[in-house]
């Protein structure tokens, strides 16, 4: 299923971006009358064909809708601390998006080296990951936020911060979290969590957990507990 990306569609018919329209016609080879599906980001896919076979102003002509494709029972919060390399950042994400994620938020903590995104290229890789994937839904990618003030928010379901001080009592996921409920999962940086961030964090009502007996990297400890949860949702 050949899937491009089509925000703010309304009606029988849509026009794709230069970008996508491109990838159509001079790359794909699609002609007038191919059959093709668009999604809106917002959880809704459109199937259609081509009516204008136009490399830069491809026109769809849409005839059916599939309201909340493949919407999963559960939303998933991932606040994550940017690391050194950016490759490997990119990489949590994709990989993040391609499993299922509702939202992703750069947490600058106190081992952060890295303190800024690229917000235009995550995004960028965050709408190829979800055509690849076949999902209709955007993951919101967020601004960057202190540490302390992502805490302090209000959000009213379960949350969990991972880390690997042998300081604090830590439980694992599947003894804890239930199936079908929303979650934020706090990870740290290179370096981990400081001992008065997860103080803080606890005081605000995130529970330590453990991600296994393995050092993860801060990426691969993302892509752990990105799956961890879709997992106990099976």
């Known amino acids: 299923m050949q899937i491009f990306y089509a925000p703010g569609i309304i009606g029988n018919s849509y026009v794709l971006d230069e970008r996508e329209s491109r990838h ?3 790359v794909l080879r699609m002609t007038e009358g191919t059959p093709v599906n668009v999604i809106d980001g917002k959880g809704n896919l459109y199937e259609g064909v081509i009516s204008i076979a136009d490399p830069k102003e491809c026109r769809i002509s849409i005839n059916k809708v599939t309201r909340d494709f493949e919407r999963r029972n559960y939303r998933l919060h991932i606040a ?24 992703i938020t750069p947490v600058i903590c106190r081992n ?22 076949l999902k209709a ?19 009213p379901v379960k949350k969990y911060i991972a880390h690997c001080s042998s300081s604090h009592d830590r ?15 706090l990870i740290g940086p290179e370096g981990d969590f400081s ?8 005081a605000a009502g995130f529970i330590p957990v453990n991600l296994g007996k393995s050092r993860l990297r801060t990426e691969t400890a993302g892509i752990a507990a990105c799956h961890s949860i879709y997992f106990l949702n099976q």
């Open 24 to 26: 159509c016609i001079r």
């Open 80 to 103: 994550i601390s940017p690391v050194k390399n950016a490759e490997r950042f990119e990489w949590f994400v994709e990989k993040s998006v391609e499993i299922g994620i509702d939202e």
């Open 195 to 202: 001992e008065k961030e997860i103080s803080k964090a606890r």
């Open 171 to 185: 439980v694992k996921i599947d003894d804890d979290y239930i199936k079908g409920e929303d979650v934020i999962i």
């Open 137 to 155: 839904e955007i993951t919101i990618l967020n601004e960057v936020a202190s540490f302390e003030d992502f805490i302090k928010r209000e959000n």
């Open 112 to 133: 952060t080296e890295k303190q800024r995104i690229k917000q235009e290229r995550i995004t960028s890789i965050i709408i190829s990951a979800m055509k690849q994937s």
